[in-house]
Nanobody, 125 residues
């Protein structure tokens, strides 16, 4: 059973930055396409960003492109989401997701093998 544990959420002001981390079971990140999704109050869960298991390509939602950066460190078995220029509309619970040797497209569409429990990000205006 693969476990994904998010951390790094919190309350920030508009324009601030945050870095979310997703700690995975040993040996997971190197073989999994990793992604981040978010769910705002009263809304459906939506795709935010993904990085291919090989680390050679990434994918972003239009709403975060240019502001968020996804990365992973295989040695630390951790994926990251660097969030800059945060806006109140970025307020949501952010979930880490993993898909075994998966493509970016399927993960973006929600084809996920494992989910984390989420971390709350609140951006005040």
């Amino acid at each position: 059973q693969v476990q994904l544990v998010e951390s790094g959420g919190g309350l920030v002001q508009a324009g601030d930055s945050l870095r979310l981390s997703c700690a995975a079971s040993v040996g997971t990140v190197s073989r999994y396409t990793m992604g981040w999704f978010r769910q705002a109050p009263g809304k459906e869960r939506e795709f935010v960003a993904a990085i291919r298991w090989s680390g050679d390509s990434t994918d972003y939602a239009d709403s975060v492109k240019g502001r968020f950066t996804i990365s992973k460190d295989n040695a630390k078995n951790t994926a990251y989401l660097q969030m800059n220029s945060l806006k109140p509309e970025d307020t949501a619970v952010y979930y880490c997701a993993g898909k075994f040797v998966g493509g970016l497209g399927p993960l973006r569409l929600g084809g996920v093998d494992y989910w984390g429990k989420g971390t709350l990000v609140t951006v005040s205006s």
